[in-house]
DNA sequence: CATAAAATACGTCATTTGACGTATTTTTAA
DNA sequence: TTAAAAATACGTCAAATGACGTATTTTATG
């Protein structure tokens, strides 16, 4: 039997990609496409026999967060896989809150999406390492305090960078980090220099905590 | 390169399955087995050169989850796999607060078991699908977590001494803390001399880490 | 393949920190 | 009231840290 599948997305040319992506599949058919929450709600109540919805965040009307909850309020059956550009936590863990059943960025490959629907359908929850990542980091720090502008700031640091922060926080010299990571204690040293800049810190603690409530460790 | 693997894993039989499926893949280099956690400890401290462990949770001596938590502290770069047939919740929960970077029931085959070391040296989190929608539901309700009986060996810090860790751990040095709290420089060395020794730690970031753990501050 | 970003590494210098020792005053509790 | 605990304070010295500058190599990305 054809999996049926319904799609949440504003854009065109992204509804485009997704079908060109599915389409080399036999056993998926593309049941609808919305150009936002509200026209999904509103199909979904001509018919309701779809199987999982791809569904986009940003959205006019309502976006993508607002319609998984009514739909799984409604339709606790459908799977609803987030299809999306952003990988804030503040977006995904909104999104596992509504009733997400997974959550994919869209740079994901046809045949990864494809695994994604089927695990989603045998119960699963697909996700893209990335955002399996951050699922992990929000679980270890159950902090949801609302973010201030200040903390929404972006920074980005380097995977390096990032790795030298969380050896920092657990109290290690910078003699062990270097040990550890297998290079100059210097290197670590410029690392953290770099660290603090980005950060608009002057010492470890400061580094730690800021990084913290960034949720960047 | 070879990627280099540890087993910490006490039921011979099971060492064996996985040793099996690993063999298939040239880039896996097995490193050494440890049967418990300490043993594992111990290993580590001869040869820290190890990229992934693949930790059972039960095991004599001292558990995977314990294990876990001390090797992330002196060696944040090893990434941990759990692989265990264990899917409950409080372990998965437990696994991760201690730091693990995936989780695997035994059941998996070898191909997905080398996909995830693969996955969890690039910084995802690989994770069977049951367990992937277990951490969705342990974030869509949060559960809190009783303290460990090591956690709560008593160590008493002053008034003094906690409202100078307040301000350690807020990133303060010892100039800002001492006018704070309108006393010398040398009696905040002093205090944190005390603390320090109480808490047997010899840095900022390891007291605050501790006193977090022990609900000290 | 070219360019940008990231990672690597060293040197220098002032400041901060951590680990000692010693000692006086104040507070707390038996 | 007296002993113990806590808080105060200073000096010294080695080690670690933070803030600069410079420069080469490696990795990503269009």
């Given at each position: 039997?054809?999996?049926r599948i319904a799609i949440a997305e504003d854009n065109h040319f992204l509804v485009k990609t997704i079908q060109e992506?599915?389409?080399f599949f036999e056993d998926i058919t593309i049941?609808?496409?919305a150009k936002n929450g509200a026209e999904l709600i509103g199909k979904?109540?001509?018919d309701q026999r779809v199987d999982v919805i791809l569904m986009d965040i940003q959205?006019?009307?309502m976006n993508g967060i607002k319609a998984t909850e009514l739909v799984k309020n409604q339709y606790p059956q459908i799977k609803i896989i987030m299809l999306t550009v952003y990988d804030d936590d503040e977006y995904i863990f909104d999104s596992i809150k509504a009733g997400a059943n997974g959550y994919l960025l869209k740079e994901i490959d046809a045949q990864k999406l494809h695994d994604s629907i089927l695990e989603v359908l045998n119960d699963g929850a697909p996700m893209t390492p990335s955002i399996a990542l951050k699922t992990l980091n929000l679980l270890r720090n159950p902090t949801f305090k609302t973010d201030t502008k200040e903390d929404l700031e972006e920074v980005r640091l380097s995977k390096?960078?990032?790795e030298i922060l969380i050896?920092?926080?657990k109290g290690l010299n910078y003699n062990l980090i270097a040990e550890n990571l297998v290079i100059s204690p210097s290197?670590?040293?410029k690392h953290i220099e770099n660290i603090y800049r980005k950060l608009q810190v002057h010492n470890k603690m400061e580094a730690v905590l800021k990084a913290q409530k960034k949720n960047l460790i």
């Amino acid at each position: 039997m054809k999996l049926r599948i319904a799609i949440a997305e504003d854009n065109h040319f992204l509804v485009k990609t997704i079908q060109e992506k599915l389409s080399f599949f036999e056993d998926i058919t593309i049941k609808f496409i919305a150009k936002n929450g509200a026209e999904l709600i509103g199909k979904l109540a001509d018919d309701q026999r779809v199987d999982v919805i791809l569904m986009d965040i940003q959205m006019p009307e309502m976006n993508g967060i607002k319609a998984t909850e009514l739909v799984k309020n409604q339709y606790p059956q459908i799977k609803i896989i987030m299809l999306t550009v952003y990988d804030d936590d503040e977006y995904i863990f909104d999104s596992i809150k509504a009733g997400a059943n997974g959550y994919l960025l869209k740079e994901i490959d046809a045949q990864k999406l494809h695994d994604s629907i089927l695990e989603v359908l045998n119960d699963g929850a697909p996700m893209t390492p990335s955002i399996a990542l951050k699922t992990l980091n929000l679980l270890r720090n159950p902090t949801f305090k609302t973010d201030t502008k200040e903390d929404l700031e972006e920074v980005r640091l380097s995977k390096r960078e990032t790795e030298i922060l969380i050896q920092l926080s657990k109290g290690l010299n910078y003699n062990l980090i270097a040990e550890n990571l297998v290079i100059s204690p210097s290197t670590v040293r410029k690392h953290i220099e770099n660290i603090y800049r980005k950060l608009q810190v002057h010492n470890k603690m400061e580094a730690v905590l800021k990084a913290q409530k960034k949720n960047l460790i």
